[in-house]
């Protein structure tokens, strides 16, 4: 079980947009950033948000990162059929003094 | 630009010691965390440990007893090393910068722990 909770599966239409939560607790998400990556099947993980709500160079601003207390949030806007991918959130744990991820959410756009 | 490569065996005998190495080319280690993460088969990502490239290093409590991250700034590279390992060790191990992974990842390589 993950220290930080994400809904196993989201869906949505092409042009539609998602959001994909991250659930934790002051230990992890509530005093540390936030990554959000997307795992496109077979291949490796790739940074899409870090720092809670910066995307790096390349990444396009459909994706966008935000948190609130315990929680974050990943939103996609104009879903398109190559953004079905699993993704995943992590932070620190400052408890733990110790990475966490979440379970992951795959994304299958209709 | 920067690259990593993970490299080791792709099969360990059951209560072996699992040791890879990730090559950081391009770039220097130095002034970076760098992580081991890994993917059990078609299951989620699991953080494992990171290094400082000082040395100073953190691990996951559910695996602690058992890893050991280190860095070779002379060669660039840090390493993995997980003792006693089991069939749920089986999994893709990648290496990346950052604490908890960041940017740059390896392509990731596959450990299978055989009995």
């Known amino acids: 079980q993950s220290v930080l909770t994400q809904p196993p599966s989201v869906s949505a239409a092409p042009g539609q947009k998602v959001t994909i939560s991250c659930s934790g607790s002051?230990?992890?998400?509530?005093?540390?950033?936030v990554s959000w990556y997307q795992q496109l099947p077979g291949t490796a993980p790739k940074l899409l948000i870090y720092e809670n709500d910066k995307r790096p160079s390349g990444i396009p601003d459909r994706f966008s990162g935000s948190k609130s207390g315990t929680s974050a949030t990943l939103g996609i806007t104009g879903l398109q059929t190559g953004d079905e991918a699993d993704y995943y959130c992590?932070?620190?744990?400052?408890?733990?003094?110790?990475?966490?991820f979440g379970g992951g959410t795959k994304l299958t756009v209709l | 630009q920067v690259q990593l490569q993970e490299s080791g065996p792709g099969l360990v005998k059951s209560s072996e010691t699992l040791s890879l190495t990730c090559t950081v080319s391009g770039g220097s280690i130095s002034s970076y965390y760098w992580s081991w993460i890994r993917q059990p088969p078609g299951k989620g990502l699991e953080w494992i440990g990171s290094?400082?490239?000082?040395?100073?290093?953190n691990y996951n409590p559910s695996l602690k007893s058992r890893v050991t991250i280190s860095v070779d700034m002379s060669k660039n590279q840090f390493s993995l090393k997980l003792t006693s390992v089991s069939a749920a060790d089986t999994a893709l191990y990648y290496c990346?910068?950052?604490?908890?992974?960041?940017?740059?990842w390896g392509q990731g390589t596959l450990v299978t722990v055989s009995s």
């Open positions: 002051s230990s992890n998400i509530g005093n540390n950033y």
């Open positions: 992590g932070t620190w744990d400052s408890s733990l003094s110790a990475g966490v």
């Open positions: 290094i400082f490239y000082t040395g100073s290093t």
């Open positions: 990346a910068r950052g604490r908890i992974g960041g940017v740059l």
